[in-house]
């Protein structure tokens, strides 16, 4: 059974700094592409960034680039999202997502398996 299970969302004040983790089990990890994406309710999910297999290229919505980072340790079958410089249009619920084809990923986001999603709040 495929787990990703998202932790480190909250409430922080526009300018702060969030790390959000997503741990994987029941998956080869090191397999598949890794992929964020948040949703605002009454809006479609947004993707947000995307990190290859092999952690070697990175994928980013325009909106966050010079702000967000995605990384992975497949070692810990973990991908991180830092999120620096934090505006409220940030607020959102984010989730992970893991599918064997990064094109997949960052262009349709009909990714495999989903984590159930954390909250970010930006307060102003």
């Known amino acids: 059974q495929v787990q990703l299970v998202e932790s480190g969302g909250g409430l922080v004040q526009a300018g702060g700094s969030l790390r959000l983790s997503c741990a994987g089990s029941?998956?080869?990890?090191?397999?598949?592409?890794m992929g964020w994406f948040r949703q605002v309710p009454g809006k479609e999910r947004e993707f947000v960034a995307a990190?290859?297999?092999?952690?070697?290229?990175?994928y980013y919505v325009d909106s966050v680039k010079g702000r967000f980072t995605v990384s992975r340790n497949n070692a810990k079958n973990t991908v991180y999202l830092q999120m620096n410089s934090l505006k409220p249009e940030d607020t959102a619920v984010y989730y992970c997502?893991?599918?064997?084809?990064?094109?997949?990923?960052?262009?349709?986001?009909?990714?495999?398996?989903w984590g159930q999603g954390t909250q970010v709040t930006v307060s102003s």
């Open positions: 029941g998956l080869t990890f090191s397999s598949y592409a």
């Open positions: 997502a893991a599918d064997l084809s990064i094109r997949v990923v960052t262009y349709s986001g009909g990714c495999a398996y």
């Open positions: 990190v290859s297999r092999s952690g070697s290229d990175t």
